[in-house]
């Protein structure tokens, strides 16, 4: 329904209503012809007086005239015993009426009820023409020139915006592949880690091409309404031909494009299956040289349909990772725009310091710089503030130096992260210490900052042991000098327990599971391999845990001095950067 058509219903309904209003003066006069009313005393006066005429009774209500011709009207009393007989003995004319409702009184509820279906009836058709127009004029294209952002605002993925360039040429300039008979690919899916910038590269995509953009969540396809998902898919690509050429850019496709028949509803054909079959049918329907691009990203391309990824859609599947040292630098370079930093300032040296921050976190990182700065009341950006930053980072929010802690627990807290710092000084193959603090920051009473002095890609099972073992140091340390373990140990485990059994289901690092990779499990509760096979699993975690952490004991009463020292050092000045921990210990 429409809304012409639902404004017209509106219209009749409120006629009906207007009629039925002018309907009751037809029943009740107006109130200067109405008879007057007098009270039971002042009726039975005027009855002893032989004043009264006739009268007509209905119900309680005495109706009657006095011997003048003048009309009024009495409300009788509960009880009105001998009122026949005095009527009869003063010669009054009197009739007896039962009362009857008006017809239109007694309709009234039949028009309500009328009336409440007709509306409910024009809100759901609203309510589901609201829902179509979703699929059909909800998303909007970024017409050309309307996106500022090109490649020169991304940096650090020099290899996957020559891949997107070739898109991008392929926009402005598809003649030049026709004559050659080659076929830009019709899909590209660009898939990594949160906050490496697949987002940003689309919207450089559609500033470089100059065509329309048209962008929008996966999980907006997935609608209330049954059908109205897979609706929105064939009309969102019908808009995009009549734009040809155009990008459509869908963000988190894993919301829609998951594989089909996983989770829950095994089998079934949900909304969520019904719009990715539409998907999947719109993708294979493409012309050869239709000019419509379908550009996605997602954090999880192993959920993905198979289907999805076959060649004819997403042909291209380009990985956006973490950036590398010099491309940290590039990125920082682009963030650093417009901000006031210190001359001495260098960012290669702050790139080689957050291996593994992605685009996101070194613009974060300079923006909490930048604020750092303001707040200390500088007008440039030093390395201390930087230095700052990156705490905040990594440990998950400011320090908490106002915090009252108790001595007992400040050295506690001393002791845990002095286990960290020595264990990954002393171990080979683990990240060199770049800074340890007691000072609380976040939820963590303290921490230690390793980092490795070169970007790496690949981890052999000792470099892995020997990150585990820096985990375990802290709890090693508490029961090495303080004789119990407390629960500050807490992430610890958990990180441990998660690389140890990533080691053994994921890398075939084990010894008696041997060689097999288990797939992670899409939905809670879905066992992805047999109960001998996880019990087999958790059995290995805990051996090689418990391996780790008797070398690491043995490691740390063997330094027993070296580790009291260092306690000592860091209780006294709170924080020590990794050169001053590598001197305290002689290493």
Wanted: hydrophobic share 45%; charged share 25%.
């Amino acid at each position: 329904m429409s809304s012409d058509r639902t404004r017209e219903v509106t219209k009749r309904i409120l006629l009906v209503l207007f009629a039925l209003w002018l309907l009751q003066f037809a029943f009740f006069p107006p109130l200067a012809s109405r008879p007057a009313e007098l009270s039971y005393s002042a009726f039975l006066d005027a009855l002893a007086e032989r004043r009264i005429a006739e009268v007509v009774i209905t119900d309680r209500v005495l109706e009657g005239e006095f011997v003048s011709g003048e009309a009024f009207t009495v409300t009788l009393p509960a009880e009105t015993t001998g009122l026949a007989e005095r009527l009869e003995e003063a010669g009054v004319e009197q009739q007896y009426k039962v009362a009857r409702q008006p017809w239109w009184l007694a309709l009234l509820p039949t028009v309500i009820w009328l009336g409440a279906m007709i509306g409910l009836f024009a809100w759901a058709q609203k309510r589901q023409a609201g829902a179509m127009g979703l699929a059909r004029g909800a998303v909007k294209p970024l017409a050309p020139g309307e996106s500022t952002v090109t490649f020169a605002d991304v940096a650090g993925v020099d290899e996957v915006k020559a891949d997107l360039e070739e898109i991008v040429d392929y926009l402005r300039n598809p003649d030049k592949y026709r004559q050659i008979g080659a076929r830009i690919p019709r899909g590209v899916l660009l898939y990594g880690p949160p906050g490496t910038g697949k987002t940003l590269l689309a919207r450089a995509v559609a500033g470089e091409a100059g065509v329309p953009f048209f962008a929008l969540s996966g999980s907006s396809f997935v609608e209330l309404f049954v059908g109205m998902g897979a609706s929105r898919v064939r009309d969102l690509f019908a808009q995009a031909r009549k734009n040809a050429p155009c990008i459509i850019f869908i963000d988190e496709i894993d919301a829609v494009g998951r594989q089909r028949g996983a989770g829950p509803v095994a089998g079934g054909h949900d909304e969520r299956e019904q719009t990715l079959n539409q998907l999947l049918t719109e993708m294979d329907g493409f012309g050869a040289y239709e000019g419509v691009i379908v550009l996605a990203a997602t954090n999880r391309p192993d959920v993905l349909d198979r289907a999805l990824l076959r060649p004819g859609r997403f042909d291209r599947q380009i990985p956006v990772g973490p950036p590398d040292a010099k491309g940290r630098e590039e990125i920082l370079r682009v963030h650093a725009a417009g901000k006031q930093l210190d001359p001495s300032l260098d960012l290669a040296a702050i790139a080689r310091r957050t291996p593994g921050f992605t685009g996101a976190d070194l613009a974060n990182l300079l923006n909490e710089a930048a604020i750092l700065a303001v707040r200390r009341g500088r007008k440039q950006i030093t390395m201390n503030e930087i230095d700052e930053a990156i705490d905040r980072v990594v440990a998950g929010g400011p320090a908490r130096k106002g915090r009252m802690i108790r001595p007992e627990e400040k050295r506690r807290i001393a002791v845990h992260e002095a286990g960290h710092a020595l264990v990954a000084t002393l171990t080979p193959g683990a990240d060199p210490v770049q800074k340890v603090t007691v000072i609380p920051r976040g939820r963590a009473g303290g921490f230690t900052l390793t980092a490795p002095e070169e970007d790496q890609m690949l981890y052999t099972r000792s470099e892995l042991e020997a990150r585990l073992k820096m985990m375990l140091g802290g709890l090693a340390a508490e029961e090495v000098l303080m004789g119990e373990r407390s629960t500050g140990a807490q992430d610890d485990l958990k990180r441990a327990t998660q690389i140890a059994r990533e080691m053994i289901s994921r890398y075939g690092m084990g010894e008696s599971v041997g060689l097999m990779s288990v797939p992670e499990a899409d939905w809670p509760g879905v066992q992805t391999v047999s109960q001998e096979s996880a019990a087999a699993i958790e059995r290995e975690v805990q051996s090689v845990l418990d391996r780790l952490y008797r070398e690491v004991r043995r490691l740390i009463e063997a330094n027993r001095d070296r580790l009291v020292a260092l306690v000592v050092e860091l209780s006294d000045r709170e924080t020590l950067d990794g050169d001053e921990v590598r001197q305290i210990l002689g290493a």
